[in-house]
């Protein structure tokens, strides 16, 4: 045991200071730079058409559209996948490290990368092809093969699928159930032999019938889920508004203080709030656009603008409520970190219910990531192997949900911090590469909106 204790530490520490390499600097220019490229190339397209896009959410869909699920259904899977650890430790991690200043800097990554969203989902559906099943298949293997036509995209193709389907055991797997099992034994005493075995159970139930399973469960789900931690910190928030100015006034100003905002090499506040904000909305690493392919939809550019909600839903609003919430406590510089300085923040004003409302905000969010991160997983193996490898992929993900849940993970979140890096490079690179398509499939369904806006005379719509 000693010999397998010392052989996880120097893992964790060796993968560690490669994690560390890999998400420096020029990783987070790249990704926030891609963000900021695809803002001006699109003409801040994100900004005048969000009403627009978070109507189209809910809008009924012509049942002749090619796909597998619903608009809606493709962005409650994503959601199941982004919404998960990242709104709760992930934010107590960023302001620890980086001051409240780092919640601006979240905000500011979330806003570019909801044009980052767009390019990946529009990409994802325009290079789709059916499988062998008859199924959508797309993301950014995809599109790096198909959009770039050479030998050097289907190498960036086949680098994504290898990256994603092993990072789905590290982000979307192990380390989900390892959290949960955590969180329940600490605040309900639960042994984490029993949740792995719920854990298992029931995601297995999910994860084997495919996507259309997945995307009717997260359909359910997802709203459940979110509008339970919307609601509790909505209603902390609310009670003690006469903290909310104070916090605000604390992001802002330590978001641009010489030692907080520009300091060191980029700043702390700068480099955990962009770290941490990725990480949440996954903006840039081309784990959604994965869900997005499989979308009912005609026109690529209508569900990249459901695709672009995500990240408003995942950072602005429900991220926002965590780091408002740490801020006002006021208890981030007591040597707490993670879930559970969030816990201790919200119990500081609701007491225990504070507690239970984190708990199971974890619990419900590292389920949900679970179920759409197995799709990620199975979907790139799929373009590895063929469709007779994701059956096999499947059922190894649920045996391993388990094993997450009662073992140490140390090595293994380093490990997910390495492969998600890895993963986001040749995104990126096929991001700008095809910015060009990028904008002339956003031009024609421009054209396409103007003539239903003229036909439905109501509404306003500027793609």
């Known amino acids: 045991m000693a010999g397998l204790q010392t052989f996880n530490e120097k893992g964790a520490e060796i993968l560690g200071n490669i994690s560390s390499v890999i998400w420096g600097p020029p990783l987070l220019i790249l990704l926030v730079g891609t963000g900021l490229f695809l803002t001006f190339r699109l003409l801040f397209l994100q900004f005048r058409t969000l009403p627009y896009a978070l109507k189209l959410v809910f809008s009924k869909q012509d049942k002749k559209s090619e796909g597998d699920i619903t608009h809606y259904q493709a962005l409650t899977t994503a959601l199941a996948a982004t919404i998960g650890t990242g709104n709760i430790a992930g934010v107590a991690t960023a302001v620890v490290a980086g001051g409240p200043g780092a919640v601006f800097w979240m905000w500011i990554t979330a806003l570019v990368g909801m044009a980052t969203k767009y390019a990946e989902a529009l990409l994802a559906v325009k290079y789709r092809t059916k499988n062998e099943q008859g199924l959508m298949a797309g993301g950014p293997m995809y599109y790096l093969e198909k959009g770039l036509n050479n030998k050097t995209g289907r190498a960036l193709g086949v680098a994504f699928a290898v990256f994603a389907s092993l990072a789905a055991f590290g982000i979307g797997n192990m380390t989900q159930s390892n959290t949960a099992a955590l969180s329940l034994e600490d605040t309900f005493n639960v042994p984490p032999f029993v949740t792995g075995i719920i854990f298992t ?23 459940i889920m979110a ?13 003690n508004f006469d903290l909310v100015g104070q916090a605000f ?15 060191g ?34 026109y690529p550019a209508r569900q990249a603008l459901v695709s672009m909600t995500q990240v408003f839903i995942d950072t602005i609003v429900v991220c ?33 219910a504070g507690m239970y ?18 799709y990620y997983g199975e979907r790139a193996i799929g373009y590895l192997t063929g469709e007779g490898g994701v059956r096999i992929y499947r059922y190894v993900f649920v045996v391993f949900i388990f094993i997450g849940s009662i073992t140490t993970v140390d090595v293994v979140f380093k490990f997910s911090d390495v492969m998600n890096g890895l993963m986001a490079f040749p995104n990126l690179v096929g991001l700008l590469a095809l910015s060009g398509v990028v904008v002339a499939e956003t031009n024609r369904f421009r054209k396409v909106a103007q003539k239903e806006k003229e036909e439905k005379k109501s509404g306003s719509v500027s793609v």
């Open 201 to 223: 159970v029931l995601a297995g139930l999910v994860i084997v019938g495919g996507i259309k399973v997945i995307g009717k469960v997260t359909a359910f789900f997802v709203p």
């Open 227 to 239: 509008a339970f931690y919307i609601t509790g910190g909505l209603i902390l928030i609310v009670m």
């Open 249 to 263: 006034g604390l992001i802002f100003s330590e978001a641009f203080s010489l030692e907080a905002g520009f300091g």
């Open 265 to 298: 090499l980029l700043g702390a506040a700068i480099r955990y709030g962009v770290a941490r904000g990725l990480f949440s909305n996954e903006a840039g690493l081309g784990s959604a656009p994965i869900a997005a392919a499989a979308a009912k939809t005609d």
């Open 320 to 352: 926002t409520i965590t780091g408002l919430t740490i801020v006002m406590a006021g208890q981030y510089d007591g040597g707490m970190d993670s879930s559970v300085l969030t816990s201790a923040s919200f119990a500081q004003f609701l007491g225990d």
């Open 357 to 374: 409302i984190v708990t199971l905000g974890v619990l419900f969010f590292t389920f949900s990531t679970i179920l759409g991160w197995s």
